[in-house]
T-cell receptor, first 113, second 113 residues
Framework: SQQGEEDPQALSIQEGENATMNCSYKTSINNLQWYRQNSGRGLVHLILIRSNEREKHSGRLRVTLDTSKKSSSLLITASRAADTASYFCATDGGGGGADGLTFGKGTHLIIQP | ETGVTQSPTHLIKTRGQQVTLRCSSQSGHNTVSWYQQALGQGPQFIFQYYREEENGRGNFPPRFSGLQFPNYSSELNVNALELDDSALYLC????????????FGPGTRLTVL
């Protein structure tokens, strides 16, 4: 079963604009991770935010986490054509990872040149 | 490049057959997880191996089984293939200094006819 739900399911913006994707989840977490996937291939890890963190930055990426609302957002600033991909949030409930990561269905982002 | 490799890249099987997929984890990583990603969905956790023992399993039947070897490489075996087993199979490794972040391989695309 999928714990997380990304919103929107699809997003199309112009190059240079900012893209914001949201993720909601259902149970308590140890950390939340964002991944990118190009054309149905392997997942690329973007950023990890722990349950005791509220915001994290990495280059053009900014992630927020609100554990009280069980939600997270991923902001990509100054988007580029190469950012076109599917983006997934994944939650880790802890326990040594024995339950694995629980992924949402993803947001398909299209950057138009 | 994550350093995680998978083989084969693509595979076509018929219903009822058995298949073995292989994964080489990133150097220094002692934990391997397998995920199934159906078209248009997020990955779903199959199981996790830590130091050659399965220590976590998702909601998959026993015909999905695995192995982890002393060099931490891994196999996923699926018996009695069904049409719904058609998917992208991803392995991910973690460990070393970054125990929470999972590094994914490029995946094996399995088609069951």
């Amino acid at each position: 079963s999928q714990q997380g739900e990304e919103d929107p399911q699809a997003l199309s913006i112009q190059e240079g604009e900012n893209a914001t994707m949201n993720c909601s989840y259902k149970t308590s977490i140890n950390n939340l991770q964002w991944y990118r996937q190009n054309s149905g291939r392997g997942l690329v890890h973007l950023i990890l935010i722990r349950s005791n963190e509220r915001e994290k930055h990495s280059g053009r990426l900014r992630v927020t986490l609100d554990t009280s609302k069980k939600s997270s957002s991923l902001l990509i600033t100054a988007s580029r054509a190469a950012d076109t991909a599917s983006y997934f949030c994944a939650t880790d409930g802890g326990g040594g990872g024995a339950d694995g990561l629980t992924f949402g269905k993803g947001t398909h982002l299209i950057i138009q040149p | 490049e994550t350093g995680v490799t998978q083989s084969p890249t693509h595979l076509i099987k018929t219903r009822g057959q058995q298949v073995t997929l292989r994964c080489s984890s990133q150097s220094g990583h002692n934990t391997v997880s397998w995920y199934q990603q159906a078209l248009g969905q997020g990955p779903q956790f199959i199981f996790q191996y830590y130091r050659e023992e399965e220590n976590g399993r998702g909601n998959f039947p026993p015909r999905f089984s695995g192995l982890q070897f002393p060099n931490y490489s891994s196999e996923l075996n699926v018996n009695a293939l069904e049409l719904d087993d058609s998917a992208l199979y991803l392995c991910a490794s973690r460990g070393g200094r970054s125990t929470d972040t999972q590094y994914f391989g490029p995946g094996t695309r399995l088609t069951v006819l």
